[in-house]
């Protein structure tokens, strides 16, 4: 009697737990089938986001040309020699030499994987770690190294780039050196004004905020300062110069070059003296 009374109820439990084991296997496969919906949703959107960054980056490189060809025919932004306002920049490649300046990079600042060279005018990245004698003004996370002239007055310089990507800036001398944050980044704080130059584009870089920059590529670029007038302005130099980026704001400290070199062993930039070979 027992034993009967027991298959009885062993039946409708076991089915009962075949209805709910397939119940569960319906639900996980309603919410598998929400999750790849999702997923491909996400999918869709981020292509959709891609397609309007392009679109932004097309919209900004346009918008920079226009605004060069504005500004060589508005001679009222930068006024000429005479008016009494600030001092224009130099027209001819000779007035550009008239303010050449001879950069040499500080040992001192130089991430330990940096080597430089030719009198501490040219930087490369090593294959490898040598030992370094640890000091408060080297970079500690960027490749990153300064020019020891602190530059107040009128300067006009040139970089030959190698291998890869560099940024070329101007800075203050007290940016952060030690870590990896935007602080001491070249270009990514309100301490330094940088042009990312590579095999392909420019970027103009400040305060953690990117411009592209249309122009003529080539391997050296030429920077020209006026301290006094809050002039900072890019240069593409081969056979000729043609003006890449020109910023107009108010330096309140002296300035220092600087450069950051991307990538791996390789990479190089020296400072050239700039002559009028080839003009």
């Not at 000779?94 to 991430?111: G, M, R, V, W």
């Not at 020891?148 to 300067?155: A, C, F, N």
């Amino acid at each position: 009697m027992m034993d009967q009374s027991q298959g009885r109820e062993t039946v409708p439990a076991a089915a009962e737990r075949s209805q709910k084991q397939k119940k569960l296997k319906g639900n996980r496969l309603n919410i598998q089938q929400s999750i790849q919906q999702r997923e491909n949703d996400v999918k869709l959107l981020q292509q959709q986001m891609q397609k309007l960054q392009l679109e932004i980056t097309e919209l900004k490189r346009k918008d920079v040309q226009l605004e060069q060809l504005e500004d060589k025919k508005d001679h009222n932004r930068f006024p000429p020699r005479g008016t009494g306002e600030k001092p224009s920049e130099p027209q001819t490649r000779a007035e550009f030499l008239k303010y050449s300046q001879q950069i040499t990079l500080d040992p001192n600042s130089a991430h330990r994987r940096l080597l430089l060279s030719k009198e501490n005018r040219k930087v490369a990245i090593k294959r490898q770690d040598d030992a370094f004698v640890p000091h408060p003004d080297r970079f500690t996370y960027w490749y990153q190294v300064l020019g020891r002239q602190s530059l107040t007055g009128r300067s006009y310089w040139e970089v030959e780039r190698r291998g890869g990507g560099v940024f070329i800036a101007v800075t203050y001398k007290n940016i952060s050196r030690a870590g990896s944050e935007n602080e001491c980044i070249l270009g990514f704080n309100d301490k330094s004004w940088a042009l990312k130059c590579d095999n392909n584009s420019y970027m103009f870089w400040y305060n953690k905020q990117c411009r592209p920059v249309s122009g003529p590529q080539s391997s050296r670029v030429g920077v020209y300062l006026d301290h006094k007038a809050g002039i900072l302005s890019f240069y593409s130099v081969s056979e000729t110069m043609t003006l890449l980026h020109r910023v107009q704001t108010t330096f309140t400290q002296p300035l220092h070059a600087g450069l950051w070199l991307l990538g791996s062993s390789g990479v190089s930039a020296e400072f050239n003296e700039p002559s009028s070979e080839n003009f």
